[in-house]
């Protein structure tokens, strides 16, 4: 969806260029280098340059042009930082439009449903838990709710893992060369720390 929101303000401001400044001119629509200014960004030193026209007066009308284009409902606002537009997006009308595509592009028959199984982040649970396990739960389950949505039959699993065999070697390393009062002093990481270490040894 960024993509072709991409290629739309793309097209719609080279064209709008032609028509109203007789100027053929090559945009770029990129995301921001730095988070928080915004989730698309359009580059106007150049063509500030191309028109010699001062560059706010070029950063105002590209702004202007594209609140009022083809992509302007997916607008929320719009902020001129020197010579960039940058655009922040109405999340919940890209959703919106996301789901309506999807249930659109693969409509759903009673003789088309489907079993789906979806494997969330299924951790390893001898060790730390990350932002990337609640990250890719988060994404399983949301392509759940949508295939759910269309008539399928989902099937979650979040498997835990042989965990007999992790701690198995957790307590072989901890028995042979673990060290009891780093293990209460920071139980989690010193016993992932015996669970590497056995491997290194094993190797």
């Not at 719609?12 to 032609?18: A, D, G, P, R, T």
């Amino acid at each position: 969806m960024i993509e072709r929101l991409k290629t739309i303000i793309k097209n719609h401001l080279e064209k709008m260029m032609v028509e109203q400044y007789e100027v053929n001119a090559e945009l770029n629509v990129e995301e921001p280098k730095r988070l928080g200014q915004g989730d698309l960004s359009v580059p106007v030193f150049a063509l500030a340059k191309t028109m010699r026209k001062p560059l706010p007066e070029i950063a105002a009308d590209v702004a202007s042009i594209i609140k009022e284009g083809p992509a302007g409902s997916y607008i929320a606002d719009v902020k001129i930082m020197g010579g960039f537009v940058n655009l922040h997006l109405s999340w919940p009308h890209v959703a919106e439009t996301i789901i309506h595509d999807f249930e659109h592009d693969i409509p759903v028959n009673a003789d088309d449903e489907k079993i789906i199984v979806i494997d969330y982040s299924s951790p390893n649970i001898a060790k730390p838990f990350s932002v990337g396990h609640l990250r890719s739960t988060i994404i399983g389950h949301a392509i759940g709710n949508i295939a759910e949505r269309l008539g399928h039959h989902v099937v979650r699993i979040n498997h835990l893992g042989d965990f007999g065999t992790q701690f198995g070697k957790i307590i072989y390393a901890y028995l042979h060369y673990g060290d009891e009062d780093k293990v209460k002093e920071n139980p989690i990481e010193e016993l992932m720390h015996l669970y590497v270490e056995f491997h290194e040894k094993a190797k």
